[in-house]
C-alpha cells in the first residue's frame, strides 16, 4: 500500500514526525506537525487510530476507556507446531471470561495467536509490552493442550489493554472527516477492525472523486453509508464478548448445548451476513 502511494507522489509519505495542532478554518485546513512544520490543503483526513490527534482537535474527544480485556499476542513458525494443528483455518477456543483466536499468516508458514482474557488492573495499551510464557500460560490454565502448544512454542509473548470509545454519529466537521479507528474503535471480537478503515477509506476516496469541487457533499455522503454500518460493527463487537465469554461454556454438558446454539449454520448466517454481503466498492 506504502509503495503504491508512493508511486503517486514519492513525497506523500512523510515519517518522524505527527500531528499536534489542527486549524480548521473555512477557506482550508492546516496542520501543525511536531517538526515545526505546518500543512495546508482543501481536506484533512484524521486516520490517526484511537488515540487520534485529529479527532481531539476537532471534536474534543477525550481519553479511550480501558474495556476490561486485555491481550496476548504471539507469531509462531508452523513448523514447530504439530501436524493436526497447522491447517489452513483460523480456530476460535471459548471460554469463560476469555477466548483464543488463532489462524495461518504468509501462506502458512506462520500462526498467528490471540488469547484474550477479562481482567482488571493491566491499562498499558502497547505493542510490544512483554509478558513471561508463564504467565500467559496461567491465563489459559486447564485449557486444551492444543492451546497450550501454541503458547509454548511463541518466542515472545506480547500483551495489550483493549481500549475503546463509545461510538459516534458524525465523522466530519468543517473541512476535518475521520476515518478508520479515529471515529469507530471497536473490540477485535469481529476481526473487523482493519476492514472497516479500509472500507471507509475506499468510500471516502469514492464520494471525493464523485463530488470534486464540494467536500461538504462528499462527507455527507460518507457519513451516510458509513456511520451506521461502522457503529453496528462496533456494538456487534461487544455483543460478541458476551457470547465468547459466556459463563454457560463452565460446564461441559451446557457448554455444548450453548455452542450448539450459537454457532450452527443459521445462527453465524443470521449473524453475520449482513458484514461479509456488504459492497464497499459498489456502495451498499
Excluded at 54 to 65: D, E, K, L, Q, Y
Excluded at 70 to 76: L, Q, T
Excluded at 137 to 147: E, I, R, S
Aim: with cysteine.
Amino acid at each position: 500500500m506504502a509503495n503504491a502511494v508512493r508511486q503517486l507522489d514519492p513525497d506523500a509519505i512523510v515519517q518522524g514526525t505527527g500531528v499536534v495542532a489542527v486549524d480548521n478554518r473555512a477557506d482550508a485546513v492546516t496542520v501543525s506537525l511536531s517538526s515545526g512544520e505546518s500543512i495546508s490543503g482543501d481536506v484533512l483526513i484524521g486516520a490517526d487510530g484511537i488515540h487520534s490527534v485529529v479527532r481531539s482537535a476537532v471534536f474534543g474527544a477525550g481519553p479511550a476507556h480501558f474495556t476490561g480485556c486485555m491481550a496476548w499476542r504471539g507469531v509462531i513458525p508452523s513448523s514447530r507446531l504439530p501436524p493436526h494443528i497447522q491447517r489452513d483455518v483460523g480456530t476460535n477456543w471459548v471460554g469463560p471470561g476469555r477466548h483464543v483466536v488463532t489462524y495461518p499468516l504468509r501462506r502458512g508458514e506462520l500462526f498467528n495467536f490471540v488469547g484474550v482474557v477479562e481482567r482488571t488492573g493491566w491499562e498499558t495499551e502497547s505493542w510490544t509490552a512483554k509478558g513471561t510464557r508463564d504467565e500467559c500460560a496461567a491465563d489459559f490454565a486447564g485449557w486444551h493442550p492444543d492451546v497450550h502448544a501454541l503458547i509454548d512454542n511463541i518466542d515472545v509473548h506480547y500483551r495489550w489493554a483493549l481500549m475503546s470509545r463509545p461510538p459516534m454519529a458524525r465523522w466530519s466537521a468543517g473541512r476535518v472527516v475521520l476515518v478508520g479507528d479515529a471515529c469507530h474503535p471497536m473490540l477485535p471480537f469481529m476481526a473487523q477492525g482493519a476492514v472497516m478503515a479500509i472500507e471507509d477509506a475506499i468510500t471516502l476516496a469514492r464520494v471525493l472523486a464523485a463530488n470534486r469541487n464540494d467536500f461538504v457533499t462528499a462527507f455527507a455522503n460518507y457519513e451516510a453509508e458509513r456511520v451506521m454500518r461502522a457503529n453496528r460493527c462496533v456494538i456487534a463487537a461487544e455483543r460478541n464478548r458476551e457470547i465468547f465469554h459466556n459463563e454457560r461454556l463452565m460446564e461441559a454438558e451446557d457448554a455444548n448445548q450453548y455452542v450448539s446454539a450459537q454457532w450452527n449454520e443459521a445462527k453465524v448466517r443470521e449473524r453475520y451476513n449482513w458484514l461479509f454481503a456488504f459492497d464497499a466498492v459498489g456502495g451498499g
